[in-house]
């Protein structure tokens, strides 16, 4: 099975592009940021690791406990919390991987053989209960944490590929925005915070904000294991984009490619203004023009200028 890992800003569109992969037969991946190789890097690789301690991790702490719909009031409404994971069989899941724990093969692997064969059994365990042939391509999203992480993915993954989502920062930063003000009026999300700078925006969060992913462009631009989608083109032109996608992935181009889903299900969208979506729309461009300080946008060009040089902004 070969990987894909889909990285890209806080509010790129990644939930968007997962959603639009949700249905290929020859993809297996999770509707929503996993980030199974961050939690490894930063939390386990290590020889003291084992499967089992893999399990506990991701099937009760990490975003794979939303899947079980014996559990509620978990999610948050401005990240995960509008995916539909009914018809999912996650108790199914949960006996496959923890009968994977006890296979002797499986209970010995440690360090990197660890990391390489779990994350293909989670994916292969979700096809199974999902009712499908074994994927061609397991998908994962690591979002805005993987671009600090290229290289040691690469290091466990060497024909890794990756889709890197490209979004204008002025936009990301009106979403931020939005999600401050739904905070201050009660809206519970602990992913983000209830007040929010232009200066933190820019400068904050370092190698996991907007100008690591500047220099994750200038370094991996040309690299043919790299493929940069523009939000505001895949939003617009969504058929070309999902065709190059197709191509960059050496799958079938299916009509269910320009179609949201999560888990075949109908998507919700993600929008910071709480909005449900029917489908791909593009009338969240250009958000800024209207809504930022004209000393926000300086800000944010200035400082990022390089990021909307090099998308063409």
Known sequence: MNSCFVIGPVKSGTTLLISLLD????LALFPMEV???????????????????????????????LMDESRTGTADIMNSGRIDFSGFD??????????????????????????????????????????????????????????????EILELFPQAKFLVMVRDPRDIFVSFKVIAEKKRQ????????????????????????????????SEYERNEKFHFVKYEDLVQNTVEEMTKIVQFLQINNLPSLQYPS???NRWGGNSSSMGEFN??????LNKWTRELATSEIRVIEFFLDEYLTQAKY
């Open 90 to 151: 996650f108790k199914t899941f949960e006996k496959i991987q923890k009968e994977n724990s006890l296979i002797p093969e499986n209970y010995n692997l440690t360090g990197p053989n660890l990391i390489q064969k779990y994350i293909l059994d989670l994916h292969r365990s979700l096809s199974k209960v999902l009712g499908v042939a074994e994927p061609k391509v397991f998908v994962s999203k690591e979002g805005n944490h993987g671009a600090n992480y290229i290289k």
């Open 23 to 26: 249905s290929h037969p020859e």
């Open 35 to 65: 980030k199974i190789l961050t939690h490894w890097i930063e939390r386990f690789a290590d020889d003291k690791t084992r499967y089992s301690h893999l399990n506990d991790f991701f099937l009760k702490s990490s975003k794979l406990k």
């Open 279 to 284: 489908g791909v729309e593009s009338n969240r």
């Open 186 to 217: 009660g809206v519970h999300s602990p992913t983000f915070k209830d007040n929010v700078s232009v200066c933190r925006f820019v400068d904050g969060n370092k190698g996991k904000n907007i100008a690591s992913h500047t220099e994750l462009y």
């Open 262 to 264: 999560n888990f075949g």
